[in-house]
């Protein structure tokens, strides 16, 4: 277990953190999660998730220390990275790369109660943010986020339980782990 990489990516509110949360405390592993940088880079300059968006769209220098953060950290092995990027940034190491995913309605409204705000302001927040990162990905890096080819699994997480998609985790690290010998 020690030098596995697995990847949960996905956009917001899919259940990234979540998942990634249990598959470290469960297995033992280093978690990293770049919303995490995000949320924190954004309260150390006292603004908000979208001010730090926009300022991002036009300084690079943000999204490419989370992402080298995310490399750095993870590729030794013994890890689980969760962001948006987090499949792409590992993809020529990582054992498993999973990608959730869920409508928009239900990923806002996740957002918003577990924040406690108002749906509608989630909402456009979530809108303008992808849309953000969507755009600055492609610049910065030439990737599309859209694409999911390079995913060994799509998980659409409102069409299971989280105990069910606890389980469908553990069988996918334990069937790796099992053929990897």
């Not at 492609?138 to 080819?149: F, M, N």
Request: a negative charge; hydrophobic letters at 35%; one cysteine or more.
């Amino acid at each position: 277990m020690k030098q596995i990489i697995i990847t949960i990516s996905g956009f917001h509110g899919v259940g990234k953190s979540t998942l990634s949360k249990y598959i470290s405390e469960k297995y033992g592993l280093k978690r990293v999660s770049s919303g995490e940088l995000f949320r924190r880079i954004a309260s150390e300059r006292g603004i908000s998730l979208e001010e730090l968006s926009k300022i991002a769209e036009n300084d690079y220098s943000i999204d490419r220390y989370i992402d080298e953060l995310m490399r750095k950290e993870c590729s030794a092995g013994g890890c689980v990275g969760d962001g948006l990027l987090s499949g792409w940034m590992l993809k020529d190491v990582a054992d498993i790369k999973i990608w959730l995913k869920s409508p928009l309605s239900l990923r806002v409204k996740r957002i918003a109660d577990r924040e406690g705000r108002d749906y509608d302001e989630v909402y456009r927040e979530t809108v303008l943010r992808e849309e953000s990162e969507v755009k600055r990905f492609k610049e910065i890096y030439g990737i599309d986020v859209l694409d999911l080819s390079i995913y060994d699994y799509v998980i659409d997480t409102s069409k299971i339980s989280l105990d069910g998609l606890y389980r469908l985790a553990d069988l996918i690290i334990n069937e790796y782990l099992t053929l990897r010998g």
